[in-house]
Structure formats: C-alpha cells, structure tokens
T-cell receptor
C-alpha cells in the first residue's frame, strides 16, 4: 500500500540549514508536498513539486526529489525560530487523496 | 472569512455519546476532505466530497463514522457511540476541485476531540 516515512524529530541551531527527509512508496505519485503545522494551527502548504522535476526553490526553501529512490527532502536555509513546527511530507495517492507522513518536529536551538 | 473554518475547536465527550463536527470550506471550493490526526500518527484520510458526486468513503474507520455535505458547502462529520480511540484532531480541507490535476488543499485549524 501507499506509505510515507519521515523521521520524527530534528534539532538545528538558529542560522544553520535544516534538512528534513522523506521516503514514499507510490511510484505513480504525481505531486509531492511539504506542509507546515504550527502549534494550535491548521496545516499550511509550504511547497509542492511535480514528479517530473528534480528540484524546486522558493526563497529559503529548496525541495529535492529523487524519483528513482522515492526520496524527497526539504531544506530550509538560515533556519529561524519561527520555523519551529511540525513538517509533513505528503504524496498524492490515487483518487485525489493525499497520503501524509507522521511529521517531523523541527526544534530550533539558540 | 477567507479560510476553512471548523467548529467546535475543542470537544470533550463521554464514551458512547455521539458527536458532530462541522466544516465550512472556502467559498467556491467544490472539493472537501476530512482527515484525522491521532497522537503519534500521521494524517489519516477519512472521506472526500467532490461536487455532486457520491463521496469517497473508503477511509472511514468504521460504520460509526459518517459525513454529509449539504448544498455542496458545509460538511458535518458525525461519530456515533464514541470510543476512546476516536480521540484525535479532525482536520477538514477544501480545494477548488476544478482541475484534473492535483490541487492545493487548504486546511482548517481542526477540531480536537477527547473521548473520556
């Protein structure tokens, strides 16, 4: 079945780059997503990438996709305290459903 | 409002009682989704409405769960005879639903359900 895996925790010093990794199983996925969830708030779409792309950059965010290995990563440059949140990797499964990972909690060290 | 809204934001209920959770999607969005986020788990798809089509109920965990969408707008998720394992955050999302391609889903803040 479809599955999305990501590590549960990541600690990064303020100003460093954060790299959050994700693997997925559905090779027919057309879109892959990164969502951010701040405490007490709903999910916010950060960025997404088409499956025929290798990389997408949007300001401090860089998404890398290795379709052969079914590996997706999100790099946040110059990590700030406001980046502290849970980051969800997701893939578009069949019938418009989105399959989410369990989320990676990003903790910023001073 | 510009975003997806959900009510109540928090709900505490006793085991065995029925609960209703409400979702107001973004105006004009024809697609509406319900997800559940349990503690330590990823988001779990529950049900999907697209326009006037029959809903995709394949994610509903049991027959105690049902949802309806009246007039193509507001949706209600009902959980009958709640169990403690139903405790979770229930998230609603909507999208324009006008494209054959996958579209951005906009999420509400969620309803936190606690079954005692």
């Amino acid at each position: 079945g479809e599955d999305v895996e990501q590590s549960l925790f990541l600690s990064v010093r303020e100003g460093d780059s954060s790299v959050i990794n994700c693997t997925y199983t559905d090779s027919s996925s057309t879109y892959l997503y990164w969502y951010k969830q701040e405490p007490g708030a709903g999910l916010q779409l950060l960025t997404y990438i088409f499956s025929n792309m290798d990389m997408k950059q949007d300001q401090r965010l860089t998404v890398l996709l290795n379709k052969k290995d079914k590996h997706l990563s999100l790099r946040i440059a110059d990590t700030q305290t406001g980046d502290s949140a849970i980051y969800f990797c997701a893939e578009s499964g069949r019938d418009d459903k989105i399959i989410f990972g369990k989320g990676t909690r990003l903790h910023i060290l001073p | 409002g510009a975003g997806v809204s959900q009510s109540p934001s928090n709900k505490v209920t006793e085991k065995g009682k029925d609960v209703e959770l409400r979702c107001d999607p973004i105006s004009g969005h024809t697609a509406l989704y319900w997800y559940r986020q349990s503690l330590g788990q990823g988001l779990e798809f529950l049900i999907y409405f697209q326009g006037n089509s029959a809903p995709d109920k394949s994610g509903l965990p049991s027959d105690r769960f049902s949802a309806e969408r009246t007039g193509g707008s507001v949706s209600t998720l009902t959980i009958q005879r709640t169990q403690q394992e139903d405790s979770a955050v229930y998230l609603c999302a909507s999208s324009r639903g006008t494209s054959v391609y996958q579209e951005t889903q906009y999420f509400g803040p969620g309803t936190r359900l606690l079954v005692l």
